[in-house]
Nanobody, 125 residues
C-alpha cells in the first residue's frame, strides 16, 4: 500500500494551495482518508477526514470554512483545497488511510494503518 502526498509549497498568507493524496495497491473505496499536519515542536494533529463514499467529512475548528476535503474514487485520489491560508497553517501535511468499509471516520492518528511521506506547506506573512 502506498499513499503519495503532493502539492505543498510556499504560499503567501491569504493565498490558496491544493494538496493531493494518491493511493495505490489498496481498495480505495473502502478506506477513510485523513489529512493531518505537524508543525515543528508540535504533535501531529488532524486537519480533515473523509469517508470512503465522501458522504461524511470532518474538519478541525482551525480550518473549518477555509479548507475543503474531497475525493475522486475513480482516480484513487483525495484532495485538500486550502484557501485563505494563514502562517499558522505552516506544517508538514500527511495523508493517511484507515480501512473503514462501514463509513465510520476517526480523527486520531492511531486508527490509521497507512501513511504518506508528507508534503511541506509554508505560509509567509
Amino acid at each position: 500500500v502506498q499513499l503519495q502526498a503532493s502539492g505543498g509549497g510556499l504560499v503567501q498568507a491569504g493565498g490558496s494551495l491544493r494538496l493531493s493524496c494518491a493511493a495505490s495497491r489498496l481498495t480505495f473505496n473502502t478506506y477513510t482518508i485523513g489529512w493531518f499536519r505537524q508543525a515543528p515542536g508540535k504533535e501531529r494533529e488532524v486537519v480533515a477526514v473523509i469517508s470512503w463514499s465522501g458522504s461524511t467529512t470532518y474538519y478541525a475548528d482551525s480550518v473549518k470554512g477555509r479548507f475543503t476535503i474531497s475525493r475522486d474514487n475513480a482516480k484513487n485520489t483525495v484532495y485538500l483545497q486550502m484557501n485563505s491560508v494563514k502562517p499558522e497553517d505552516t506544517a508538514v501535511y500527511y495523508c493517511a488511510g484507515e480501512f473503514s468499509p462501514n463509513g465510520v471516520i476517526h480523527t486520531t492518528t492511531g486508527w490509521y494503518q497507512y501513511w504518506g511521506q508528507g508534503t511541506q506547506v509554508t505560509v509567509s506573512s
